[in-house]
């Protein structure tokens, strides 16, 4: 199929498919259009990888349009600012509104050929978002069904639901494929858009305060990117990507770097920004989702992919990775002590985009493809997790993990994918591991002496990381016995649809590592990047050290089904707890307390709260996040 | 050449096989010489081996379905995590895999709703918290001197690790005190805290489950121990020697001092425990410097 | 199967679970755990878990309180098991039979295997009851293999 097509499918098909949503209210439409839509994405965006990477030069009434609609997105977020009172939504939509109509009419910048440029960064870009925000869309129409159940609406709001979702989702496509900064920003401004409308969907009062601090972070990182705009413009006189990354390095060419590094972060939400992902988890959890896996956060990653091949031996790069290091540690410790399950899991979001964000920064070809591989695998994991959490949500009615005791026993089947997602978070031989053990190995043959201090805050964070979910895991596993089941485990075909598929993608994703680093990430790699990882048949070897891969899957296996044989084979009576001997008699979770009277036994997960604050400590981690934040435009100069 | 390569399968498939035996025999030791330090005869040296088929022939209770497989997971795990040891592969991987035997054990006394056996397994949550960061770090300074993770290149040195890393080594005892369940730091299962802990992390193994839990911890002691060895690699014997001289020091010290909260463990271990390593890596990173 | 009679000879762990002694006893069945002694020549440790015991050490009388709590944890220990009754109160309730609050006697509750009078029942004694306990246990332990 002709490849301009492609594009105008991935790009263009959505946001289409979200206005038919928007005017058709109505439900079966709504499965109809999204199911299309979905099928549509995922075919075409794959049609796209296959047909590899190209330059492309749209009609010039897309340059029109592309202005008039960036105008009055802009002014939308003035009037936003206005409605709401809120001055610093004001002041920053007025800091991008005049420059972008000085840049436009006055220096008439913007003239880049060709406007897209796809390269094999974009396609694998594409193919995360299509996938992944395909089936969370697909998934959202359970869910959101559900979700107006429980709040007892009078007529459906899912229309405007649907429209933001799809529309992300095309917006997404269109960043990852533009050349020219404008369209980026055009499109990075549309992301802010859809995140702000679908954070304050619900409509409840912390819902729109919070979509109102989303709103303002990802203002600042816009304001950025106009300041990256002027500076390519007037010091350079393009602002084309492709152009851009070949000036050679000086203060000026990073300083330009250094704004659009400084509005990545404000996407994938690093310290201090990390206020927006966090106040998020208000929102219906497809839309987390959506933002915290496939989507929004990964525009961010995806600027910062893109810039850094000119800023390796920087001491912009080397800022970066300090900035990705110290969100990891901080953002685990911060999971520790949290007891909201969605909460965790934007804590590890951020954590994990730390890491990536650190393996860009270092910059090597190793730790490059470490970043890759994360990408992936935090992508399919994190939406899942997502995914699970939704369901148990609607089900257990609560959102503290504590309230979540005995998963396995209540929904037997989305806690199982759900342990198996969390341990794919964090253990080998899966693939987030995989990707965190080539960031170790890259970070130690990096030769930076400085890296010490990144390997210290990696090595520590990542132990915490392990403690926050072995916690949550082991909560879901506890077996109360009088454990009732909630009802049955009815699961409508869009929730198996996208659960069982992002199931899936773990696991033969996983199993098939080699493969998958062989086909898509290290044909991913900038072209002047030469990644000596070798893959043999058992191991991936990256020089420095070997990942056995195929062993300890099958190894896994083997361990699993004898483990159960054996439980099958010598079986056991199952026994009350040991409670001293004062266990009740009919009664295996309560115990005999003062004068014969019974007390239900209560278990609590490990917290640190004694030890550190969660506010205090983000406090703190603002601070110092500001002063790394700082350093970051210090460091052009060197 | 050919029969090289038998020799490099079969000699660490022998190993695997044997390690758990090994670590009861170690055990058996460990027993044997802290009742020498208390003047006492102690049990004969095969008496962990009673212990555990005893406990297999023993009638089986269970505290959740699931349990079996975790105990036998923390086993398996150990044992791949020694495997790959002992095929001189990757030492990052190597405590990756420890990662995976400690989550059965700790989510097997989580799962079941007993007080003592969930405020062992959150201890035994905060030992591996503590002695984690300690191995990768381990790692990690065995890389700057080696230039490699795998454990094939340290077994082919000409020259001990040990003489570049001593604070490293010493920055293994904490964890060596840890792995063992001794004093100081033996929150998660004390064998002297019957009164607040019973049996801790193990209170809710009983029969099977526990001999099969009894030679995962053998097995990861083998585990530990073997790194021990990787600092005097060449010869081996040295090594083995070494080992042994720290796992008496382990013991003195388990005679000598009484327990100590996690509090302390955790603070010990993230502060002394990462500053000698650093300080060994600082040195290393300096000697480099000075030689040019 | 040899082995395994074996094993569970040279490897009895014990409960003590004192069911309202004057203490008296308990003090000799420590003093049989101490250095002095050293029980753990034998294997024995004193475990303190039930579902980890094969020998039930048991003192005092066991009264209408603690009752529930004896048999508690005699069902949580897995077979094959023995039961020890040290002292003169857990054999028949001694100078405490007959008064309402006590059973009289630790048999009234569960099945006892061994009896160690006493009082107090002396350390040597104790470990003589073992000894003997020891060979019921291979009793069963023969039965149960067949």
Sequence with gaps: MNQEILIALTVGVPPLAGFGCLILNNKIARRVIVGLTSLILIGSSLLLYNSGGLHYEPAPIFEILVLVFDLILLTYFLYTGFKYKNILVIGLSILQLFPVLYFEFILHGAEVTPLIIIDNLSLLMSLIISIIGSLVVIYALSYMDEHEEHLHLHGSRQNRFFFFMLLLLGAMNGLVFSNSLYWLYFFWEITTLCSYELIRHDGTEIAIKNSLTALWMNLVGGVAFVAALFIGQLYFHTIAIDKILKLSPNPIVLMLFASLAFAAFTKSAQFPFNKWLQGAMVAPTPVNASLDSGTMVNAGIYLILKIAPPLSNTALGYSIALIGAFTFLISAFLALNERVSKGILAYSTIGNLGLITMCVGINTPLSYTAALTLLVFHSISKGLLFLCVGVVENRVQSTLIEDWEGLLRRLPATSLIMIVAMMSMFLPPFGMLLGKWVAIDALTSSYYISSMLIILIIVLGSAATSVYYIKWLAYLTVLPMDGEKYGNEKVTWPYSISMLSLFG?????????????????????????????????????????????????????????????????????????????????????????????????????????????????????????????????????? | ?????????????????????????????????????????????????????????????????????????????????????????????????????????????????????????????????????????MAISIYYVTGSFMVQRILSLNYPLLTYLPLVFLALIPVLIIDLKKSPYDVSASAHAHQELVRGVFTEFSGYTLALVELGHWTKIVLMLSLVTLFWATPIIIGIFLALILFFVVLVIDNVYPRLNWKSMLKTTWSVGVLLIIANIVGLISRVVMRI | MKIMTKARLKSPWVLHYDCGSCNGCDIEILAALTPKFDAERFGIVNIGDPKQADVMLLTGPSNKRNQRVLKNLYDQMPEPKVVIAIGECACSGAIFHNCPNTNGGVDKVIPIDVYVPGCAARPEQIVDGVVLALQKLAEKSEKEVG
């Design chain 1, 505 to 638: 993608l773990i696991v033969t994703l996983g199993a098939g590592i080699s493969s998958i680093l062989n086909l898509i990430i290290l044909p991913t790699l900038p072209e002047d990047y030469y990644s000596n990882i070798s893959l043999t048949l058992l191991n991936v070897d990256t020089g420095v050290g070997s990942f056995v891969t195929y062993p300890i899957w099958i190894l896994t296996i083997i361990i699993i089904m004898s483990g159960y044989f054996i439980a099958k084979k010598k079986g056991g009576v199952i026994k009350p707890p040991y409670l001293s001997g004062e266990n009740v008699a009919d009664d295996p979770t309560g115990f005999r307390s003062t004068a014969d009277g019974i007390v239900k036994i209560e278990t609590s997960a490990q917290f640190f709260e004694q030890e550190y604050n969660n506010d205090r400590l983000i406090e703190i981690a603002k601070i110092i996040g500001s002063i790394i934040m700082m350093l970051l435009f210090f460091a052009v100069m060197f």
């Design chain 2, 1 to 137: 050449m050919a029969e090289n390569n038998i020799l490099n399968i079969v000699l660490p498939v022998i190993l695997v096989l044997f390690a758990p035996i090994l670590g009861g025999f170690i055990m058996g030791i460990d027993r044997k010489l802290t009742a020498r330090m208390q003047s006492r005869m102690g049990p004969p040296l095969i008496q962990p081996f009673y212990d555990v088929i005893k406990l297999w022939g023993k009638q089986p209770f269970i505290s959740s379905s699931i349990q079996p497989i975790l105990a036998f997971g923390y086993f398996a795990f150990s044992l791949t995590s020694f495997a790959l040891l002992a095929f001189g592969q990757d030492l990052l991987l190597i405590i990756f895999t420890v990662a995976i035997a400690d989550l059965c054990l700790i989510v097997a006394s989580l799962n079941s709703k007993s007080p003592y056996s969930v405020l062992g397994g959150k201890r035994e949550l905060i030992s591996m918290m503590s002695y984690e960061p300690i191995l990768l770090l």
